[in-house]
């Protein structure tokens, strides 16, 4: 006769915030936050700067997190992963501005190369649909950041508004409104480019 132990199985899943509390005065307690937390933070990641930056960019989240934990406001939501995407959010911009003076720093060595040649060669040898997803990459990359980011957070990091809401400290309505402009601007930028 087979048994199961329910006692397991109906045990209330302990908050974040309790974690998070718990790790103020017992640091690794956070390991808790890191393992419920890492796959959906390193999805979402991977979604804005691709799988090779992504492991840098998820264990600064972290190791920022971490540092910041006395400043997680339970209040706000139980819950870490908008707090941990809010984060995530912000060192990807730094990630990104970091990129962007070393590109500028090697522009003259870019130059040299004809760099813009080869990627037309490698572009007709896509398929319509990859086409697309360039294009649509593009036009995100396009979009204001007050647009981007909310958009993203719901698409790519799975979160209602409320919850970018909280992670990015503006309202929900305000959320709203940021996501529908920037659908909008991108149904007309992707129809232009067909």
Known sequence: MATTDTHVESRPRIADAEYIRESIDQPEA??????????????????????????????????AAFQARDRFNPDRSTDAAPWLLGIATNVI????????????????????????????????????????????????????????????LHISGDLS????????????GTVASRINRGRTRLAKWMEKAR
């Open 161 to 172: 508004y409320d919850q970018i809401s909280a992670a990015l400290g503006i309202p929900a």
């Open 93 to 152: 911009a730094r990630h990104r501005a970091s990129e962007r003076r070393w590109l500028s720093q090697c522009s003259s060595e870019l130059q040299t190369l004809d760099v813009a040649e080869s990627f037309e060669d490698d572009s007709d040898a896509r398929t319509d649909a990859s086409r697309s997803k360039v294009s649509l990459a593009l036009a995100i990359r396009r979009l204001p950041s007050r647009e981007r980011e909310p958009l993203l």
């Open 30 to 63: 956070f390991r808790n936050v890191f393992q419920r937390h890492h796959d959906r933070i390193r999805r979402y990641v991977v979604s804005r700067v691709g799988p090779q930056s992504a492991d840098d960019v998820v264990s600064e989240t972290f190791v």
